[in-house]
């Protein structure tokens, strides 16, 4: 009798742990998808100000049509939808590039670099940039938890069992990752 309580007892513990555990690995999952929610968020702002940057710059740099059309082209790849966050980082790796020589084109025109709506535009990417930034940590930070979880002993068995998988870093690719090039020769 003694050993059946035991057992019981036993199986019961076992039981309360795989729900512990599966519960806490839902909620990493959860806390990874709504941190990526909040970097789309982010690149959605970044790409409408992306737009309007492009806008003001059209004005007074026309004829860098090749310039204007990389950042439109390199906008419209990052804004497609259904991306995975390896995919999403290197669109926004090349969109950055872009971008890049968009505002280095920017410095050869006065007029356009004291314009008060290319300014106001610039702080407002040097923003959203920075928030970028902070939500690709966070994100990133989620997501090292859950992986963690999924393929550490003993959570990873219940992990298998309800199918719980590893989620993907949002890193920088290409240009981001190498040092900013200065050329004082022009």
């Known amino acids: 009798m003694v050993a059946w309580i035991v057992i019981g ?3 019961v513990l076992l039981v309360l742990w795989a729900v512990g555990t599966y519960n806490g690995l839902i909620r990493l999952r959860n806390l990874v998808q709504e941190a990526w929610r909040q970097i789309d968020v982010e690149l959605k702002r970044r ?16 004829h860098e ?23 999403q980082a290197q669109s926004e790796g090349l969109l950055s590039a872009a ?5 280095a084109v920017a410095e050869a025109y006065p007029d356009l670099k004291a314009n008060q709506s290319f300014l106001s535009l610039q702080g407002e990417l040097t923003s959203t940039e920075d928030r970028i930034a902070a939500s690709r ?9 859950l992986n963690t979880r999924v393929e550490t002993v003993p959570s990873n068995v219940v992990a298998g069992l309800f199918h719980v998988g590893r989620a993907e870093y949002f890193e920088t690719e290409g240009e981001e990752r190498e040092p900013v090039k200065v050329d004082f020769s022009r």
Do not use: C, F, W
């Open 137 to 145: 940590r966070y994100y990133n930070a989620n997501v090292r938890q």
């Open 47 to 62: 790409h409408d100000l992306i737009g309007n940057l492009v806008e003001t710059v059209k004005g007074y740099a026309a």
């Open 65 to 87: 049509r090749g310039t204007l059309e990389d950042v439109i082209k390199a906008r419209s790849v990052a804004m497609a939808g259904g991306q995975s966050p390896a995919q």
């Open 99 to 103: 971008l890049g020589r968009l505002l």
């Open 9 to 11: 007892v036993v199986v």
